[in-house]
């Protein structure tokens, strides 16, 4: 019988990040094992900073310790129909906040960014990013959906995740892998975004939420019913135990379901 999801739960950011690095790294080592390479997809928000915290540890030298990023293949979660440098841009931050910083020693990854030919046509843009995808995890007619090794996700105060709000037609999509939304409430407008299928599809599923901001929305994903509506409550109850929130102490303050320290 399937399993909850699990919530691990750290005094504060510092102790969560060795956590959450050895969490990748073993994502990490089973994608290279199967299958050559890390094929991980990222959101933007406030995770690149946590991820950077946790990812430029300095390795304590075991080869389960070590990040090879140049066997990494980086998508994102959702990304913004704006140039590659623009503010709202979530490569952008990814980039300033990891990417950049990642020592040459560990090699530089391979990273899925959008065609900004197509940035005034957010359709097309959507289609273009979902070629990309069929490149790397084969023709589609033969994958029924991508199966990332791992997805790092972030939650929305309304518990939005990669870019599906609560109550919009996408989380009603069942065929396909990229799509596309212009009405986001949360600008800008424009944007496109993983599926809920491409999302169940994958091997793990790791959601980073951090601050006393995430309390009340954690509060209503896991232990209301509401909250089985929610973006992030419908990967909860797609993903099961594929799903793991790394949280620190302040985040899931007055949360009541079942909580983890370690591994």
């Known amino acids: 019988m399937p399993r909850p999801p699990n919530l691990y739960a750290c005094p504060d950011i510092d102790a969560l990040a060795p956590l959450l690095r050895r969490y990748i790294l073993q994502c990490q080592d089973a994608g290279i094992e199967h299958h050559g390479s890390?094929?991980?997809a990222v959101s933007g928000g406030s995770l690149p900073k946590v991820l950077a915290k946790?990812?430029?540890l300095d390795s304590n030298g075991s080869p389960d310790d070590t990040a090879q990023f140049g066997k990494w293949d980086i998508f994102y979660a959702d990304e913004r129909c704006v140039p590659l440098d623009h503010e709202d841009s979530n490569h952008k931050l990814v980039k300033e906040e990891l990417l950049d910083k990642i020592p040459e020693k560990y090699g530089k990854p391979t990273v899925h960014t959008i065609d900004t030919k197509w940035l005034d046509?957010?359709?097309e843009l959507a289609d273009s990013y979902e070629k990309d995808l069929i490149q790397t995890f084969a023709a589609k007619d033969s994958a029924r959906f991508p199966v990332?090794?791992?997805l790092l996700l972030g939650s929305g105060p309304d518990g939005h995740t990669c870019s599906l709000?609560?109550?919009h037609e996408l989380l009603r999509e069942t065929e396909g892998w990229v799509c596309s939304i212009s009405d986001s409430p949360k600008p800008p407008k424009k944007r496109i975004t993983l599926t809920l299928p491409v999302i169940h599809a994958a091997s793990k599923i790791a959601?980073?939420?951090t601050g006393a901001g995430k309390q009340e929305i954690l509060h209503k994903i896991f232990d209301t019913e509401e909250g089985h509506s929610i973006p992030c409550g419908i990967v909860n109850d797609g993903g099961m135990d594929k799903v793991s929130w790394f949280c620190d102490a302040a985040?899931?303050?007055?949360v009541s379901f079942p909580r983890k320290s370690s591994l």
């Open 148 to 150: 990332f090794d791992l």
């Open 251 to 254: 985040a899931v303050e007055g």
């Open 165 to 167: 709000f609560p109550g």
């Open 207 to 209: 959601f980073v939420a």
């Open 54 to 56: 946790a990812l430029l």
């Open 38 to 40: 890390f094929r991980v």
């Open 121 to 123: 046509d957010v359709d």
